[in-house]
């Protein structure tokens, strides 16, 4: 793919009558993790006095991905009218899913969320590290784009490419000792521009085509239920409050800690010097 730019009639997500059109950004993810917060047992007032994590030990990795797809899902609303954007594909027979299935004039695009906060990126043409730890990142995104390329070329009759992209939320940096040719890795603030600066390869009745089939969840999934919990949005939305504050009251005792720590350092400096 290269930076030209081409211009095409857009083709409006609206016309689709499709199950996966409204399904949210990180839905599936959400759910897991409130499945694995209802085995925890409530927090009392001590906990909360010294800013324990309401978010189950097991479940912070669940909690931190759907932040990151979140803020994913946030930023492809920048897309204009011509691009289609699925959230949470359910894929193959069990609970597996993509996070993002991108669909405009420059093609189709699966796209794999991480959220590595603050962590340093190290990147190969077959590896892909984080903070020096090896990730399974880039076979992955390549199992994710050749699913979708299987499934959508079933779907609708005709050869369907699908190109893996990587975007890592909140990173620190990134090292490319050498780019992948088949997976793009980026800074997921970049992803928007990125895409509409794609070279258009998708005709008007192409990308219709391929929007109509990738909307209908039984392209991806046969038996997959796309029900939606009401409560979802304002549930996760308050677990983000709670786990900030108890972030905050942390901060506060380590903070305290220190001034302590600090105090007792000069008392017992004074009054040893006090003995010369």
């Known amino acids: 793919m290269t930076n030209e730019v ?37 927090q009392n007032v001590l906990h909360q006095l010294f800013g324990f994590r309401p978010v189950h030990p097991h479940a912070q990795s669940w909690f931190s991905g759907a932040i990151g797809e979140r803020k994913v899902g946030d930023l492809l609303l920048q897309l204009g009218p011509e691009w ?11 609970d597996s899913d993509i996070d993002h299935v991108v669909i405009g004039p ?36 390549r199992h994710e784009a050749k699913r979708a390329a299987k499934l959508l070329t079933k779907a609708t009759g005709i050869p369907v490419g699908v190109h893996p992209v990587l975007a890592i939320v909140e990173p620190a940096s990134f090292t490319f000792r050498q780019r992948p040719q088949d997976v793009s890795i980026m800074d997921a ?5 990125w895409l509409k600066r794609r070279r258009a390869v998708l ?19 046969p038996t997959a239920d796309l029900s939606i919990d009401p409560s979802y949005r304002e549930r996760f939305s308050e677990l983000e409050r709670k786990d900030h504050q108890a972030y905050l ?11 302590a720590a600090g105090a007792v350092a000069v008392s017992f400096l004074t009054s040893l010097t006090a003995g010369f």
Do not use: C
């Open 189 to 193: 603030r970049r992803l928007p521009r």
């Open 6 to 42: 081409h211009v095409v009639q857009p083709v409006s997500p609206t016309r689709v009558a499709g199950d996966l059109i409204e399904r949210p950004a990180a839905y599936a993810v959400i759910e897991e993790l409130f499945r694995v917060q209802e085995t925890m047992e409530p």
């Open 84 to 94: 289609a954007v699925l959230h949470a594909v359910p894929v193959g027979k069990g």
């Open 106 to 141: 420059a093609g189709v695009f699966t796209i794999n969320t991480k959220r590595h906060r603050g962590k340093k990126i190290w990147v190969g043409e077959r590896m892909l590290m984080v903070a020096g730890q090896k990730t399974d990142h880039l076979r992955n995104s």
């Open 203 to 221: 005709a008007p009745d192409e990308l219709a085509r391929i929007i109509d089939a990738a909307a209908e969840v039984r392209t991806w999934h």
């Open 249 to 259: 009251v942390r901060l506060a005792w380590s903070l305290a800690i220190a001034i």
